[in-house]
């Protein structure tokens, strides 16, 4: 919760967002609160896990961490990494530079099928 804060993302634009539901999707993966993520709160079912990775799903882990989704991070978020490390940041994920051509958050979702469940 509360992954990006606008002390890390001082400017929170929505650069050429013109859709609506795109803007409120962007604002919930930016505070870490999605439903996918956080409805156990709701329900007081079990908080979910990763299938494939066995660790709490969080916001955090579904764009930078998960390795079963390690191609469509590299195919549509890139430009997201480290420059030495290559290591994925939330921060430029999630950042104006996330939705540059080429580079989109929401296509990173939406083949991983995650759209739907936010
Ligand atoms: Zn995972």
């Known amino acids: 919760m509360g992954e990006i804060t606008t002390s890390v ?3 929170w634009t929505y ?4 859709d609506r539901r795109k803007q409120i999707v962007l604002a919930l993966l ?3 609160h999605t439903y996918l993520t956080q409805k156990y709160l709701l329900t007081r079912d079990p908080q979910p ?12 882990h579904l764009l930078v961490e998960c390795l079963s989704l ?3 991070r590299h195919r549509y978020l890139y430009r997201c990494r480290g420059r030495d ?8 994920v999630l950042g104006p530079a996330s939705l540059a051509p080429g580079h989109d958050v929401f296509r990173f979702q ?9």
């Open 15 to 18: 650069t050429h967002i013109r």
């Open 9 to 11: 993302l001082p400017d």
């Open 30 to 32: 930016r505070i870490g």
């Open 70 to 72: 390690i191609e469509l």
């Open 49 to 60: 896990y990763c299938d494939d990775c066995l660790v709490p799903l969080t916001v955090r």
């Open 85 to 92: 490390s290559g290591v994925f940041y939330l921060s430029k």
């Open 110 to 118: 939406g083949e991983a099928g995650l759209l739907p469940n936010l």
